[in-house]
């Protein structure tokens, strides 16, 4: 393969942007040395590099397009109201047509505010629990890799340079399916936890009820139970994890999907708490979410037409399926090569990610490394395995013959020694002290 176009802008890219993009886990050092830089354009299943190289993608724009890039209905109901324009001084009344079409999705919510990125809506969820309940501490789950770009958030991981230990104080942390750890903090700080937050599932089920568990806790204890769905939602269920799991959440934080790439992210919840955001009540006003282009035409427009489609087509459904397909296939070549152990899936079907270990069982991230390398050259790009409404059988059966090819390299990396076939330097994770 051929990246010498995406050589030279990677130059061009570190001298005037820090890291080279906009986005970590877009990064060059999330990827080995010979992988696509740029990515001029995606259809469907499938984006091509600035250098011309097709592939098979498996990363769906950080798991924000669930229908498939470029889909031609979303495009065009954006590019219908972006004819009428972005932005006006009053609000659209795509606002409220989206806001009705949310809420007749994500049942249990009362009231929905829209934002831009999953991160608007987590700070909004966790500055509004703070409010109505007049206390200070968020509990996070430890076991779920991120919540925000804010400090409450950013400053609990290796990266919190920047940030002041008071804040860095006002969070703690619970481990999931173990309400014995969220019980732990509210006895250790009674009455200072404003809220928890956790996603619905992450790498194991709940165990034993936990959620509704967890929710019961919370309540008797008068602390707010919010849900993060910026994954679940809009890919699990058509009514999000909590859909999946029959529960109904304070809060909840949806994103990513549901513009189908367009940026727009919703905090949804119960009229009682959100209603402080607002205009009708005699409280202390909260300043929720308000951003210039916090709800901007086109993007609504796109969010409706993806939620039309999710209800109208069995997407959710076909999610499933063809993520099943996918996983059995892989999981065949994973016995074949008998790699159990060091090489795993983790998680649902509808969202499959992957798990790269060394001959010592240990994670990898030169063995990461080599996997994405040899599926590059075999015309996939697969940071982790999520599938779309426009991925088919063939493109899933070209993956699983890449990924059975690259396996075999796996384990002959494994017998002799993985500097042997990775050309350069090993990945990194994003979260990390120092370059
Ligand atoms: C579970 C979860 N919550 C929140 C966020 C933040 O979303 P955004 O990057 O859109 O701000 C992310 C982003 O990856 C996420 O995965």
Redesign the pocket.
């Known amino acids: 393969m051929n990246f010498e176009k995406s050589t030279i802008l990677r130059k061009r890219a570190h001298a005037v942007i820090p890291g080279g993009c906009h986005?970590y886990?877009k990064g060059d050092d999330q990827y080995p040395q010979l992988a696509p830089g740029f990515i001029v354009r995606g259809k469907g299943s499938h984006v091509w590099d600035v250098d011309g190289n097709e592939y098979i993608e498996y990363g769906m724009g950080?798991?924000?397009v669930t229908l498939g890039h470029a889909y031609d209905s979303v495009n065009e109901a954006a590019y219908r109201q972006m004819l009428l324009g972005h932005n006006f001084v009053r609000p659209s009344p795509v606002e409220v047509e989206c806001a009705e079409k949310f809420l007749s999705m994500i049942t249990g919510a009362e009231m929905v505010k829209f934002g831009?990125?999953?991160?608007?809506v987590?700070n909004a969820a966790v500055k509004l629990a703070r409010a109505y309940t007049g206390r200070d501490l968020i509990a996070i789950c430890g076991d779920?890799?991120?919540?925000?770009?804010d400090d409450w958030f950013i400053g609990t991981t290796a990266m919190s340079a920047g940030i002041p230990k008071a804040i860095k104080d006002l969070t703690v942390k619970f481990r999931y399916n173990d309400t014995e750890s969220v019980q732990a903090l509210f006895d250790q700080y009674p009455n200072q936890i404003a809220c928890v937050i956790l996603?619905p599932e992450k790498d194991v089920p709940p165990a034993n009820n936990f959620l509704h568990r967890l929710q019961s806790l919370c309540s008797q204890n008068g602390v707010v139970f919010i849900l993060?769905?910026?994954?679940t939602g809009f890919r699990w269920h058509n009514g999000g994890g909590q859909g999946y799991y029959d529960i109904v959440p304070d809060m909840s934080?949806f994103?990513?999907a549901m513009g189908n790439g367009y940026?727009i992210?919703a905090l949804a919840g119960k009229r009682e708490i959100m209603k402080l955001g607002g205009l009708d009540h005699d409280q202390e006003r909260v300043f929720l979410l308000s951003l210039t282009h916090g709800a901007e035409n086109p993007n609504l427009a796109a969010a409706l037409e993806v939620m039309k489609i999710f209800k109208r087509e069995p997407v959710v459904h076909m999610l499933w399926k063809i993520g099943e397909r996918l996983a059995s296939g892989i999981q065949k070549s994973i016995d074949e090569h008998k790699l159990n152990g060091y090489f795993k899936m983790v998680g649902k079907p509808c969202c499959l990610v992957y798990g790269t270990l060394d001959e010592k069982k240990l994670p990898s991230q030169a063995f990461r490394a080599l996997f994405l390398q040899e599926t590059i050259k075999r015309g996939v790009l697969a940071p982790s395995l999520i599938v779309s409404y426009s991925h088919h059988e063939s493109d899933v059966d070209r993956t699983i013959e890449a990924i059975d090819e690259t396996l075999s390299i796996y384990k002959r990396a494994l017998e002799e020694g993985v500097q042997k076939y990775l050309v350069g330097r090993p990945v990194k994770p994003v979260f990390r002290k120092f370059n």
């Open positions: 986005t886990a950080l798991r924000s831009k990125n999953g991160s608007d987590t779920h890799a991120f919540f925000s770009v996603e993060d769905e910026m994954i934080a994103g990513k940026s992210a």
